[in-house]
């Protein structure tokens, strides 16, 4: 009763059905990355450490304006108006909004290009 399809409408057909499912595939992945933690996509923004100190003091001493920070961050972060935050602009944001935290002071000293400590640097 039923008659084959020729091959090329075989094909036209499959394509058809693989890019309807391409499609449905895309939009369920962009649902899902906007779901994501807002936290996680803020810290996969820091770009060195001295960045990730800062907002993991932030967190630590003050819980209370942690997750304002982290909305507003987040915020300007999925507006385009920030790619990556480094030490010294995830530091004014923090002053910015409130939250004093200050970085920790490192002292390095270097001897023919590599660190040593201050007492071999001192002989």
């Known amino acids: 009763m039923a ?3 020729p091959d090329y409408l075989k094909m036209k057909l499959m394509k058809k059905i693989m890019s309807k499912a391409m499609k ?8 899902g990355k906007e779901k994501t933690d807002p936290e996680k996509i803020v810290w996969e923004k820091l770009r060195d450490e001295r960045a990730r100190e800062l907002m993991y003091k932030a967190k630590t001493l003050y819980p209370d304006r942690y997750p304002l920070v982290i909305q507003v961050l987040h915020t300007l972060i999925h507006q385009g ?3 990556e935050l480094d ?4 530091l004014l944001l923090l002053h910015r909004l409130g939250v004093p935290v200050k ?5 390095r ?3 023919h ?3 040593v400590d201050m007492k ?3 002989e």
Do not use: M, N, R
């Open 3 to 5: 008659e084959e399809l």
């Open 24 to 31: 449905s595939s895309e939009e369920k992945k962009k649902a």
């Open 113 to 115: 290009g590599k660190e």
């Open 109 to 111: 000293f270097v001897k």
């Open 103 to 107: 970085p920790d002071l490192k002292i």
């Open 120 to 122: 071999e640097y001192l």
């Open 87 to 90: 030490g010294y602009t995830t």
């Open 81 to 83: 108006k920030i790619k």
